[in-house]
């Protein structure tokens, strides 16, 4: 199974939180092997995404090139739960990968999850 292709955001948390679904009710997330685009009717953030292999979970370092992320890198882990079922925790703050698919109070861990479209 591949994370390639877009993914519409069911739901979202970000430091322990819940996010209003109006929030990002527009977003898709287009992937492929080695970029990313956030799309909310035209490209609002993109980067490149570097697989990191014989890892467990599964994980990502992300490097904003275009957009509010543009120079930044985050880590990430993410499960594929079926074809069509994509979990992604992200740390935010940079550093670490996160240790887990949770989010907690006072952090900028954000746990997304997406839906194939």
């Known amino acids: 199974m591949s994370i390639n292709g877009k993914w519409k955001i ?17 977003m898709i997330l287009e992937l492929d092997e080695t970029s990313y685009q956030l799309r909310e009717n035209e490209v ?7 697989m990191i292999g014989n890892r467990e979970p599964q994980a990502l370092l992300i490097t904003g090139i275009f957009g509010p992320n543009k120079g930044k890198t985050f880590s990430c882990i993410y499960r594929l739960e079926s074809n ?3 979990l992604m925790c ?13 989010t907690f109070e006072n952090t900028l861990l954000y746990l997304v999850h997406y839906k194939k479209i």
């Open 10 to 26: 069911e739901e979202a948390e970000l430091g322990g939180k819940q996010l209003s679904a109006s929030v990002f009710a527009n």
């Open 44 to 50: 609002i953030d993109s980067g490149l995404i570097e």
């Open 84 to 86: 069509d079922d994509l």
């Open 90 to 102: 992200y740390n935010l703050g940079g550093g670490d990968f996160p240790k887990s698919f949770k």
